[in-house]
T-cell receptor
Framework: DTAVSQTPKYLVTQMGNDKSIKCEQN?????MYWYKQDSKKFLKIMFS???????INETVPNRFSPKSPDKAHLNLHINSLELGDSAVYFC??????????????FGPGTRLTVL | KNEVEQSPQNLTAQEGEFITINCSYS?????LHWLQQHPGGGIVSLFM???GKKKHGRLIATINIQEKHSSLHITASHPRDSAVYIC??????????????FGKGTKLTVNP
């Protein structure tokens, strides 16, 4: 039983396309996150949702739109893909977020390649 | 300048050696995380701490709030410890929201 799952694992697409990455957690956690890891392996948080409510929204282009239909899912939709969007995107979840002392469980990552 | 600085960037050790990875940050924090990223890409949370020291097996994490510094120690290192170790700090910003900033990681290679 995978705790945090992401689909797809690999995504290759052309510039200008719109794509979505899905994330699901079966841990009963309230908080979910999206991270981007660039080619230099630098991790940056993009978004965080707690019980379907946005709590962290870093400076990312508005082409990126997270959607949380319920607290077990946090999907990432990307419009008009650009070359610079190529990266590995990690989803994560934690029981809560207040105080920052909750362990995060990471998904396996989605490697996005924009051609 | 990144708000979180890790050192060293790369570290090569012989099996059995004691390893120390450092993380310094520039602002007051609510929590600090140490993460491990395996060569295959998977990320695992090792520690979360806001004060003092935590130990899990051969791993020890310490934090000094006054000095804004944390260390991750690995005792009796093993080749399976080879990974990238990432420090992340969480701090409050104006308006009551949080910011989470990552260090650039320390790539550890332990040779047999």
């Amino acid at each position: 039983d995978t705790a945090v799952s992401q689909t797809p694992k690999y995504l290759v697409t052309q510039m200008g396309n719109d794509k979505s990455i899905k994330c699901e957690q079966n841990l009963g956690h309230d908080t979910m996150y999206w991270y981007k890891q660039d080619s230099k392996k630098f991790l940056k948080i993009m978004f965080s949702y707690n019980n379907k409510e946005l709590i962290i929204n870093e400076t990312v282009p508005n082409r990126f739109s997270p959607k949380s239909p319920d607290k077990a899912h946090l999907n990432l939709h990307i419009n008009s893909l650009e070359l610079g969007d190529s990266a590995v995107y990690f989803c994560a979840s934690s029981q809560d977020w207040r105080g920052g002392l909750y362990e995060q469980f990471f998904g396996p990552g989605t490697r996005l390649t924009v051609l | 300048k990144n708000e979180v600085e890790q050192s060293p960037q790369n570290l090569t050790a012989q099996e059995g050696e004691f390893i120390t990875i450092n993380c310094s940050y520039s602002v007051g924090i609510s929590a600090l995380h140490w993460l491990q990223q395996h060569p295959g890409g998977g990320i695992v949370s090792l520690f979360m701490l806001s004060s003092g020291k935590k130990k899990h097996g051969r791993l020890i994490a310490t934090i000094n709030i006054q000095e804004k510094h944390s260390s991750l120690h690995i005792t009796a290192s093993h080749p399976r410890d080879s990974a990238v170790y990432i420090c992340a700090v969480r701090f409050w910003i104006q308006g009551g929201s949080e910011k989470l900033v990552f260090g650039k990681g320390t790539k550890l290679t332990v040779n047999p």
